[in-house]
Nanobody
Framework: QVQLVESGGGLVQPGGSLRLSCAAS????????MGWYRQAPGKQRELVAT???????SYADSVKGRFIISRDNAKNTVYLQMNSLKPEDTAVYYC???????????????WGQGTQVTVSS
């Protein structure tokens, strides 16, 4: 059984920072990419940032220059450092990973349970 477990969400004032973590566990053979999505109330889930195994990263325009995605390959963990947070960043943040488990012939997509981030004064 493969799991993605997120942590680090919470309430922060505008201009503040938070760091999200997501650890993948289980019989993981390889990880192709890990990233973060978010979904605000009444809106569709959107990509925030991704990092592929080669190190290439991509960001939503709305978070460029404020958020940084990083990954610890040895721990199968991805981080999202969120700085200069704005009220519009309020959402449930979901960890996403494309991984191959040891018993599977191909890569599959996995999701975490989500962690709430609220930016409010």
């Amino acid at each position: 059984q493969v799991q993605l477990v997120e942590s680090g969400g919470g309430l922060v004032q505008p201009g503040g920072s938070l760091r999200l973590s997501c650890a993948a566990s289980g019989s993981i053979f390889s990880v192709d990419a890990m990233g973060w999505y978010r979904q605000a109330p009444g809106k569709q889930r959107e990509l925030v940032a991704t990092r592929i195994s080669g190190g290439t990263t991509s960001y939503a325009d709305s978070v460029k220059g404020r958020f940084i995605i990083s990954r610890d390959n040895a721990k199968n963990t991805v981080y999202l450092q969120m700085n200069s947070l704005k009220p519009e960043d309020t959402a449930v943040y979901y960890c996403n990973a494309w991984m191959r488990v040891s018993s599977a012939p191909m890569t599959s997509e996995y999701w975490g349970q989500g962690t709430q981030v609220t930016v409010s004064s």
